[in-house]
């Protein structure tokens, strides 16, 4: 099954594929309207967006938020960081209530709808690749308890929007097998 | 005493010493415009930009820029998901002066403030007459038939060094034999070598895009004066290497990799004086590719301490052939200077198998600006009479021609090839290939595209296959156009083109520059 591998030596921290993640998940595919618009809601009292993001997933418009993280150590080290989908799932097996489960292809996805934001996954993943999506929560009465929020390697596109926006082609799309015989050439 | 010893007499005349920052004289040349509807505050450009420029004020949710650290270089610009951003020159100018331009003023304001002499990157940007847009070419009509490259063979190949005065054969088991040695040759597929620049001056990574390409192209690349890094050891066979003033990093190691051996006399940009490296740049890899100590300043001589005359090269250009075994040719490399056309003559008498002269629009990391702007002569000239002289006395084919120096595209270089030039270096034309903007800050190491750094993070952007890509296409392309051209002109082969100066027309010159160049104007048959 194919990933995305991020390659350190070509990282250039631009923060791109946040910006094509927020976008590929948003619901206008518009990167100014998906951060200036989506997930705000009018405010008339004020004639203007607010940015609450309960607010807005109650008008059913929530907040699109990045899957990948650019993850900079301040001193030339960057890359960006998402699910590597492992065969044997830390997260999987921590999830107490199966919303996190192994797709056909081999894809570890979150059923949204059925998290309770407990955030066993996120301690168990060793990647640090999941985090927590403050937009939604679904436990009734604890609404605004984030539930956990992972790279879902973009199902309506052949290769993921982070991979194409890539400048630097610090992120390639490639069959788990063959990461260790990928060479960077010149590499440190 | 003052400019060498600045420190000292800044303390006896009780000068203030100006820190960064103090410089206020002056307004920014440039002004950055964002268009607030379409920003969406990602902050690509605030970490993309490497001269600390732009900044994001959190509280009013905000980026703006300081414009008076703005330098042009268009990174936010390209890096911008939304295009939101536009870098416009000042609307502020000074009052209008034919005399006292903005260029003018704004270097006093800024020497008066600093006191040193003022330093830049690349290749002379004053508005000297550029002789390439003043020449055109001839094509075939009805008389003669031109050809078509897609149909049929069209040569490139390209072979640079000395040729024998005549070719003897010999009739051996039926076949042809030469029955001279032929001198050692570099095989070009491409009239086009990659300029020297050196490691220190260019980062690893487009260094390494630079050999990766030649190789591809059938070419070369030249090292420039910062040896050649064990890495790229690989990729001998298609480096020249360079031999300068400050013998960075020549050892017999670095000889015996090469194709070729270029003694550096001159840089176009900077005739007469040497290259430096400040020490900040100097990091452990540079210090052990070019054999000093870290965090040195790498300061090349003016002059070669060994050469004060042609026969003192002669003895260079020999000792570095008996080094060798006479396997590789020796260039030599000189800026155009008034008069080039009798120091090449001494340098094809002294044994050099190839010149290159070096045209004053030639690039440079760093040099001082008076001397890259007002120093030197244009290379379409320099070639000219160089090529003349060696013709006129005989000893054209000792020598092979490169041209450098303010070469930007296919026509440029059919155009020099058919002033005499064999072949030629391109510098700022393979840098603007991997994203170059001619911003001219390559002397402060902190270029924004990655190519004239050391930083880490900085010198990351240039990916070096993206970038040895963008170098092949570019020879690629280039080596279309120039096949179209030689098409047109009725010619199949590079070599049929050298010096065939009826081939070119100048148009808009005067009859002492057409004399200089020794082309005919327009019109004439």
Redesign the interface.
Known sequence: MKVVFPIEERCIDCHLCEVACIVEHSETKDPILAYMVEGLSFNEEWSAFTPDPHEALEAGKPKPLNRTRVRNNGAGVSFSMMCRHCEEPKCVEACKNGSLYIAEDGRILLNEDKCVGCWMCIMACPWGAISRNPTRGNVKGLERTAISHKCDLCPDREIPACVMACPTEALIYIEKEEIKNYEVRFSR | MLFYEEKDARETLKLRSLKKGEYHQDYPLYTVVRDN??C?????CV??CSYEATFYDPVRNVIYNKDEACVGCLRCVA?C??DAITVKRNDTKYRENENWREETIKAIKKQADFGAARLTGLGNDKGYKIYFDHMVLDASQVTNPSIDPLREPMELRTFLGRKPDSVKVEFRNGKLHLKEKIPPQLKLEVPVIFAPMSYGSIN??FQ?ALA?AAREAGTYFNTGEGGLHQ?LREFGSNAIVQVASGRFGVDIDYLEAAAAVEIKIGQGAKPGIGGHLPGEKVTADISRTRMIPEGSDAISPAPHHDIYSIEDLRLLIYAIKEATRYTKPVSVKIAAVHNVAAIASGIARAGADIIVIDGFRGGTGAAPTIIRDHVGIPIELAIAQVDQRLRDEGIRNWVSLIAAGGIRSSADIVKIIALGADAVYIGTAAMVAVGCTLCQQCHRGICAW?ITTN???LA??I????AAEQLYNLLRGWAIEIREMLGLMGVNSIESLRGNRLKLRGVGLTQEELDVLGIKHAGLQ
């Open positions: 509807d379409k969406i505050r990602c902050l690509a970490r993309q890096i998901p939304t690893f990574n390494a990766i890495k990655g930083r880490p993070d990351k952007r990916n070096v296959d993206i």
